[in-house]
């Protein structure tokens, strides 16, 4: 009689542990969209304290400061630590070695030599060496973004002398980047701000980037983004060994992947609109969730506030880091306010006030915008 007891009273008492379940998913759904907003925030307190040093600050003394298996760093003590500097190449020979494999190449037979400058000028990747300008500011472990980017010029540099178009050197180069860089966490990928120009109808016309990439261009950063972005897309979908084709002499898309450039072009932007759709289906499936945790509160006690109010700070986050929108997460705010304020005179009112406010917004703000671009 006792055991049958404790059987029916099992469900009771772990259902207890529901909401605080909830708690602990909202909480690890908030972690990652909040840290690339620290880390964000940290890089614009770097800029302005960049631009605060002013042109000329005291450079120090040039020298040695580190040396790995396969590189070094030379640069001037005020603005590359030791520590710092050994930290990275810990690092950097990892992702040698996993940039090498990803392209089948040989390990070099001289360590590549990584100049560190404080200028703000083009950084540059050439045979053996690399040359990164920090723009007067201090060297950390964390700048790999540039340095993978001219590492993989001087990694090609050392197989081949012929130079392709821009678009497909700067669109490896960038492609690399983004598959190998560090000290940036999810989601920030080159991969998500591509989405970002596509949904503000900002993409430049694939046909004026075809031999147009240009370093001195007004438009340079978008300029790469897409060459970047192409190139990971001609990457995953036909491999790294066809891409790698497009660097022997005279070869073009049309001889490397049988297909016009521009079918090859049309077919990379209707894979964004795909993944535009995808991910605010994702974020809509999200504040789904929310809807219903708030709903779970109206009907069985606030213990379901603080999942639903944690849940609402990660969908919100996410939305901004992803959409650049915090609309979305005004919008199930209100509806969640709404149907929690009338659900104290009127519960089945005030949960479908809840649910009709909350679709409409999540409708509004991300599946109507998504659906259209794709359809355009």
């Not at 909040?34 to 614009?44: C, D, F, G, P």
Request: with cysteine; charged share 15%.
């Amino acid at each position: 009689m006792g055991n049958t007891q404790e059987l029916l009273c099992t469900p009771t008492r772990w259902k207890r542990l529901y909401p605080w379940l909830a708690l602990v998913i909202a909480f690890l759904l908030l972690a990652p969209p909040t840290a690339w907003l620290w880390q964000e925030h940290q890089m614009l307190q770097a800029r302005a304290q960049a631009a605060s040093l002013g042109s000329s600050p005291a450079l120090g003394n040039p020298a040695p400061i580190a040396q790995s298996a396969h590189f070094k760093i030379l640069g001037y003590t005020n603005f590359v630590g030791k520590a710092q500097a050994e930290t990275f190449l810990v690092r950097m020979e990892k992702v040698y070695s996993q940039m090498i494999k990803f392209l089948d190449i040989p390990v070099g037979n001289h360590p590549i030599t990584i100049i560190v400058l404080p200028a703000c000028d083009l950084s540059h990747g050439g045979l053996n060496y690399l040359t990164i300008n920090i723009c007067n500011t201090k060297f950390n472990s964390t700048m790999s973004s540039i340095v993978i980017h001219e590492l993989t010029h001087t990694l090609m540099d050392s197989q081949t002398s012929y130079f392709p178009a821009p678009i497909i050197a700067e669109g490896m180069a960038e492609a690399m980047k983004d598959r190998f860089e560090w000290g940036w966490p999810f989601p920030y990928t080159d991969r998500e701000g591509i989405l970002v120009v596509l949904r503000r109808g900002q993409l430049i016309p694939m046909v004026d980037l075809r031999y147009g990439v240009s370093y001195n261009s007004p438009n340079r950063d978008l300029e790469y983004l897409q060459a970047g972005s192409f190139a990971s897309y001609l990457i995953d979908r036909y491999g790294i060994a066809t891409y790698l084709r497009l660097f022997e002499v005279k070869s073009t898309y049309e001889s490397v992947y049988n297909r016009p450039y521009e079918d090859l072009a049309h077919d990379w932007l209707l894979s964004l609109k795909v993944r535009n759709l995808f991910q605010a289906l994702l974020l809509i499936l999200g504040g789904a969730a929310i809807l219903g945790l708030v709903h779970l509160a109206t009907r069985l006690g606030w213990v379901w506030i603080p999942a639903a109010v944690i849940g609402w700070l990660a969908f919100t986050v996410w939305t901004v880091c992803c959409f650049y929108d915090i609309y979305p997460g005004v919008g199930l705010l209100l509806a969640g306010m709404i149907g929690i304020l009338v659900s104290h005179w009127r519960r089945r009112l005030g949960q479908w006030l809840l649910w009709s406010g909350g679709a409409a917004t999540l409708a509004g703000f991300l599946l109507v915008p998504a659906s259209l671009l794709f359809f355009h």
